[in-house]
């Protein structure tokens, strides 16, 4: 699968301008939502191929986000890659329960524009 859609689901503007710019610049079609409800709203009503998700969120929670979409019983959002963003340390047992339900897990503070495109490079590639 190759990735070619992102939603952004990230709150503050400076974060969310330079993905967005710099994921453009790289030819990912682009979506971005600045609130929780709003991200739930768009990953479920349309398909993306990933989606970069911030933990700390006005209206909704990351975490909430991510169990409405994988936690229940049926995976709503099954050829979707998720990527967790957070500055927000959690705590082992949260971060494993998000672990599981997401692709990866990111501290924002330690990643640049280009090594995110660097990750995102690197799901892409076939197990």
């Given at each position: ?40 709203i768009a ?56 672990e599981k339900?997401?692709?990866g897990y ?22």
């Open positions: 699968m190759a990735i070619k859609t992102i939603l952004i689901i990230e709150d503050d503007r400076f974060i969310g301008e330079m993905y967005v710019r710099s994921l453009k610049k790289a030819g990912y079609e682009i979506d971005w939502m600045v609130d929780g409800n709003d991200g739930l990953a479920r009503n349309k398909p993306y191929d990933l989606i970069l998700l911030d933990v700390m969120l006005p209206e909704r929670r990351g975490t909430e986000i991510l169990e409405a979409l994988r936690g229940g019983t049926e995976d709503l959002i099954p050829n979707t890659k998720v990527l967790i963003l957070t500055n927000f340390e959690q705590d082992d047992e949260s971060r494993m329960a998000m339900n997401a692709d990111l501290i924002k503070a330690e990643i640049t524009p280009s090594k995110l495109i660097s990750v995102i490079t690197q799901l892409d590639k076939p197990a």
